[in-house]
T-cell receptor, first 115, second 113 residues
Framework: AQKVTQAQTEISVVEKEDVTLDCVYE???????LFWYKQPPSGELVFLIR??????QNEISGRYSWNFQKSTSSFNFTITASQVVDSAVYFC????????????FGKGTRLSVIA | DTGVSQNPRHKITKRGQNVTFRCDPI?????LYWYRQTLGQGPEFLTY????????KSRLLSDRFSAERPKGSFSTLEIQRTEQGDSAMYLC???????????FGSGTRLTVV
């Protein structure tokens, strides 16, 4: 069965610090997709990244970067030079197969960035 | 297209009453998903559709819950005889099968008193 574990429940950092959010997943499929979403206090889920199981290249987008390692079943997310606006709950999610099957989410990590 | 729209944004109901939520997906998306999110938890899958066909229902979807997508466009989620444990945020998402990601609506927050 598929499962996503985000072991860090809450993280608090001071502005401009770097922070890494951990995500470990379980699946028996060889084809799957991994996602990160941001949920600010307003409640909507904001898409950050989608990565398929065949693409292990790390990705960087501005201050955000993602490290995908199939050997450890991890898909970690790093925010460089954190800002107060990064304060939110971040969810890692998994979709098995190639056809937009339902997402399975982790429990989320609440990030607080203090000025 | 303005994204996935959910109505109402908030609903307060008395225990035992029935409630219905509506989701309007992105127009070209053929898949529509319902999730429930309780405080401090990640969204949990309830059910999803491809066009008008309901493809899968979670064990979380008790007999009191029913979802429809009659013409393959908007969807409704009905909860009968609400219980306090039904209090949660109900999220809708849509996607195009086999392509791209999932777009989520802002959710309907249900409070059962």
């Amino acid at each position: 069965a598929q499962k996503v574990t985000q072991a860090q429940t809450e993280i608090s950092v001071v502005e401009k610090e770097d922070v890494t959010l951990d995500c470990v997943y379980e699946t028996r499929d060889t084809t799957y997709y991994l996602f990160w979403y941001k949920q600010p206090p307003s409640g909507e889920l904001v898409f950050l990244i989608r990565r398929n199981s065949f693409d292990e290249q790390n990705e960087i987008s501005g201050r955000y970067s993602w490290n995908f390692q199939k050997s450890t079943s991890s898909f970690n997310f790093t925010i460089t030079a954190s800002q107060v606006v990064d304060s939110a709950v971040y969810f890692c999610a998994l979709s098995e197969g190639a056809g937009n099957t339902p997402l399975v989410f982790g429990k989320g990590t609440r990030l607080s960035v203090i000025a | 297209d303005t994204g996935v729209s959910q109505n109402p944004r908030h609903k307060i109901t008395k225990r035992g009453q029935n409630v219905t939520f509506r989701c309007d997906p992105i127009s070209e998306h053929n898949r529509l998903y319902w999730y429930r999110q309780t405080l401090g938890q990640g969204p949990e899958f309830l059910t999803y559709f491809q066009n008008e066909a309901q493809l899968e229902k979670s064990r979380l979807l008790s007999d009191r819950f029913s979802a429809e997508r009659p013409k393959g466009s908007f969807s409704t989620l009905e909860i009968q005889r609400t219980e306090q444990g039904d209090s949660a945020m109900y999220l809708c998402a849509s996607s195009l099968a086999g392509r791209g990601g999932y777009t989520f609506g802002s959710g309907t927050r249900l409070t059962v008193v």
